[in-house]
Each structure stands twice: as C-alpha cells, then as structure tokens.
C-alpha cells in the first residue's frame, strides 16, 4: 500500500455553552468508552492509472464488536466515480472486530484528481480519512507508426423526411378514429330505450301498454292504491289530452266532465251518456282514494282498470276518422322532418371531418412545407426511390461496389470488332435512362493488353452518348475523387439542358462520371438526374458514400 492513515476520537469543547459541554459529557459517559479505542484507517493501492482503470480504495475499521459501523455509500468518491464495492471482510480478535471494505474506483477523463474525505460512522460518531491526490494519464500514442489525417470538416445535412408518410399514414389513423367517435356519438340513429319507444306510440296506443303494465303491477298487492289510481288517472287524463286535444291533466273531476259532454254535444266525440257517467264514477272514486284516504276493494280496483280500458277504446272509437288530406299531410310532414334530420347529421360530419383534414393539412404544411406535403400524398418517383428498399451489390468484374434506390439489370452490348481487338470483356449494369428523371449505370472494361485506360477518351465517348440522347450545352468539370476505402478516382460532372418527349419546354440535367482504373482494366460509375430535384440530389450523395472499387484485377 501507498499511502495510509490513522484517525482516532477526540473532542474539544472550547467555547461551548455550558448545557452544550454537560450533554457533550453526558454523551461520552455512555458511549466514549466504546469507542475511545476505535481507529479507521483508508489506503490506495496507486496514486496514478490510465484513463478507465480502476483504484482500489481499502478502509479498515477497528473497533469494539458491540459497535454499529456505517461505510460510505454511492457516489461519495466523485470526481472519481465508484465501480462498485469489491468485498466486506470481518476478522474478530477477542472483543474487537477488524472490518474491512475495499471499492473499485475509476477515470475516464486525464488529469489530476482528489478523492475527497469519506465519512464513517461508528455508533452515529463521525470518523473521516484523509483526501488522496491521484493522476490519471493519457493512452500514449505512437504517431510514428500511425498515419495522421486531417479532421475531416462539417458536412451540412439535410433533414431527412424519409419517414413522412408514416407520420401521415398515423395523422389520417387518427383522422379517422376522430371521425367515428363524431359520428358514434353525436351523428349516429342510437337505438331507443324502452322508455323511448313507448314515447313515440300513438296516445291510443301507448294508453293500452300502460294500462297493461298497470294490470302486472305490484300496487293492489302492496295495498299502494293510491299509487295505483294516481297512475291509472293519470294515463287516460294524458291519453284525452294527446288524443282528444282537451286540457285534461289541469282539470277537475267536475270540469273534465264538462268539456267531455261540451265536445260530444258539439259532434266532436260520439260518446254515449253511460260512458262519461262510468268515468265520472272512476275519477271521483280516485279523488277519494288520493285525497280521502278510501280504500275499494281489490276487485273494485280491478274493475275501475277495465272500465278505463274501455273508455279508451270507445273515446279513440269515437273521434272522427282524419280525412286522408289530413294523413298525406302528416306522412309527408314526418317524411320532411326524418330527411331534415338526416341531412343535418350528414352536413354536420361532412363539416368535422373537412374541418380535421384541413387542420392536418396546414399543420403538416407548416412543419414540413408544402412541397413535402403535396410529394408525400400526391407521389413523386425519385421520393419514393429515396424512402424505397435500397440495394447493396457488386457489379462486374473487377467490382463495383455500390448501394441503390433499385437493383441494376445487366444490359447486352455489341461491341464494334475494332473494339473488340483491345477489350477482353465489357460488363454494364443500369437502371432508368440518361434522358430519365433519374439514371445511375456501371460498367467494368478488361483489356487484353495490360496498358493504362484512357479515362479522358472514355469521358468523351460518354458524353458524345448525352448528346445523342438530346442533351445540349453541357458544362464539364472535373475534380478527384476517393471511394470510401480511399481508392482514388476521377470525378466528371456538370450540367446539361435537354427536352422530354413530348414536351416542348427544356429542363436541365446533371451528370457524375466516375472513374477508375489501372494496368489493363477500367471501371466507371455513371449518374443522371434532373436539376432541382431534392430527393435525387439526397440519392446520389448516398451512392457516393457508399461507392468503392477494387484497384486490381
């Protein structure tokens, strides 16, 4: 061990209220003689490592075996960090016990250091150790036997939208679960409780259900009648009301009565005399029943149920049957009323779902812009090669090494017999046309004399092919280029005008060729698309960094 360090109790009271020394004094008579012989001690194993090797940092505690010891927990060794406790060692010597706890310690950054006092406690008594400088070293680096490169600098990225048609294959999930919970809950014909149904059934109709109902109910068996004849009232007074037009459930006994026999004498209800008397009967009997008290017999009860039943019946016999410009007039009224309706509902989901599309729209608009928008829903060939499965081959011999939108077909070439008195074997692979929205083609010579290609005629004879395509004014520039395994090539680019069929207008083109080559074979990399177009701008800076060729045949 390095370094160590012993640290033993004591305790000052200088200066302390005269309470303050007493508890102080009172504290040590119970506990001082446990601990006035307890002794910490904290060692390193080294005081310098290299940058993520690991210290190991030993404490040693000695004290009484009826004391409690508490070692450091966490993080308490910052700025070094804490690997994690390695053991826990206990040796017992007559009544003392020897503890000890070793911690895994570490440095990823170099530089000099402190380990800062640790704390612990025996019995709730604070003990501290001393702090320990240590050095944490670079990885020496032998730049002898390295090659050195510049840092290469930033390169500027675009965002990648790759993954927007996702985003909006969610946004229109969504638009149409927001649809059907409109159309669920506020557009959809619900279906009718029982209540409901009742409800919409003609007055005459409904009065015969309830007073079916009435006849099933429990009120004469649980001596409710007062109950019973308030309901039993109750329904023909609203079924005269609905059905007769008489103001009945604001009427007495006595006035109800009345109107009946003003409208029967009018001609307005063909009711005979013993009818409106047996109703007479039952309203008063419920008048006495409700107000009085009286209590009829079950059978009477019974009875009074029937004789309204069957005052109904008479009452809806009675009324003037509706002349049938009366019934067209009501069918085609709820005809217009059902179609008001359902158009409101049609016009009212038409309304929510324009309204969350154009919202979607101008928020997809103005995060990703129009463009992107209108590419995205619309289509757009090279956005869709960009955000396609892309290819990763070799082609020819000796190989080209690339990554595409799409695989490259082997295309046949007959080659001119001058030709074919220098080239061993001509091998292209392409895909799309020069005169296409987007083209990249290989081709991989040997010849069959271990001579130097000449790049600058293969050049020209690529560009002569341009012209023949229709490609007009072309700008050619030319500048090195290194495949990502540091093969080192040549880079011809530029831009041309050129007219799609059909069209009268001019669009303008660019073109890479690249190429490479050594004693006795060449090979060449060539990509068209049309100037402006983002997306293929994005594809051919992808081809690029993943372009790489064998210098060997």
């Known amino acids: 061990m390095l370094k160590a360090n012993n640290i ?14 007493l508890l102080a004094l009172l504290l040590f008579c119970f506990d001082g003689y446990a601990q006035s012989d307890s002794k910490v001690i904290a060692n390193i194993d080294t005081t310098g490592i290299k940058i993520g090797e690991q210290i190991q940092y030993t404490i040693t505690v ?38 000890k706890q070793i911690y895994a310690l570490t440095q990823f950054d170099s530089g000099s250091y402190t380990i800062p006092p640790q704390r612990i406690a025996i019995n709730e008594q604070p003990f501290y150790t001393d702090s320990f400088q240590i050095k944490v070293a670079d990885v020496v680096v032998d730049t002898t036997k390295q090659k050195m490169f510049d840092i290469k600098p930033l390169i500027e990225v675009e965002k990648s939208y790759a993954k927007i048609w996702r985003t909006l294959l ?5 638009l149409l679960i927001i649809g059907g919970l409109v159309y669920w809950f506020f557009l959809r014909k619900k279906p009718l409780t029982e209540e409901e149904k009742v409800a919409l059934l003609p007055p005459y109709d409904r009065a015969l259900l309830e007073l079916k109902k009435l006849e099933n109910s429990r009120y004469l068996i649980q001596d409710e009648y007062k109950k019973y004849y308030s309901e039993l009232t ?86 003037p049957e509706p002349t049938e410009e009366d019934l067209l007039q009501t069918e085609e009224y709820l005809e217009e009323l059902a179609k008001k309706k359902q158009r409101k509902r049609i016009y009212w989901a038409a309304a929510i779902f324009a309204g969350l599309i154009f919202f979607s729209a101008a928020l997809s608009v103005a995060y990703f812009g129009f463009k992107q928008v209108k590419d995205t829903v619309f289509g757009y060939p090279t956005k869709e090669l960009l955000e396609g499965e892309w290819v990763t081959s070799a082609y020819g011999y000796p190989p080209i090494e690339i990554q595409t939108p799409d695989v490259l077909i082997r295309q046949e070439m007959d080659l001119p017999e001058e030709a074919k008195e220098l080239i061993k074997e001509l091998q292209t692979f392409s895909y799309g046309s020069y005169v296409g929205i987007f083209s990249v083609a290989t081709s991989s010579v040997t010849y069959k004399e271990a001579a130097e290609p000449n790049f600058e005629a293969a050049i020209g004879s690529t560009l002569g092919a341009f012209e023949q395509y229709g490609l007009k004014n072309i700008i050619t520039k030319q500048e090195e280029f290194q495949t990502k395994s540091g093969v080192t090539g040549l880079k011809t680019y530029g831009t041309g005008n050129f007219k799609s069929p059909g069209s009268s207008k001019s669009k303008k083109a660019k073109y890479n060729i690249l190429s490479f080559g050594g004693k006795g074979f060449m090979q060449q990399v060539i990509i068209t698309w049309e100037d402006g177009d983002e997306y293929a701008e994005q594809i051919v800076a992808r081809i690029l960094t993943t372009l790489d060729v064998k210098t060997q045949v």
């Open 234 to 319: 109750g329904i023909v007074r609203s079924y005269l009301e609905e059905d007769v037009n008489v103001s009945a459930l604001e009427s007495t006994t006595s006035q109800l009565i009345t109107k009946l026999e003003l409208l029967r004498d009018a001609g307005d209800l063909n009711l005979d005399n013993e009818t409106l008397v047996q109703f007479q009967n039952i309203l008063q009997t419920a008048d006495l029943v409700k107000f009085a008290k009286s209590k009829p017999s079950t059978s009477v009860a019974e009875q009074d149920r029937k004789l309204v039943e069957q005052i109904v019946v008479k009452t809806h016999d009675a009324l």
């Open 8 to 21: 033993q109790s004591k305790g000052k009271f200088h200066g302390l209220p005269a309470k303050l020394v």
């Open 62 to 99: 000695e004290t009484d075996s009826l004391n409690v010891v508490h070692f450091p927990e966490g993080q308490t060794f910052s700025p070094l960090e804490t690997v994690e406790a390695i053991m826990q060692d206990t040796i017992k010597e007559s009544n003392k016990v020897i503890l």
């Open 170 to 174: 969610w946004v229109l999930l969504a």
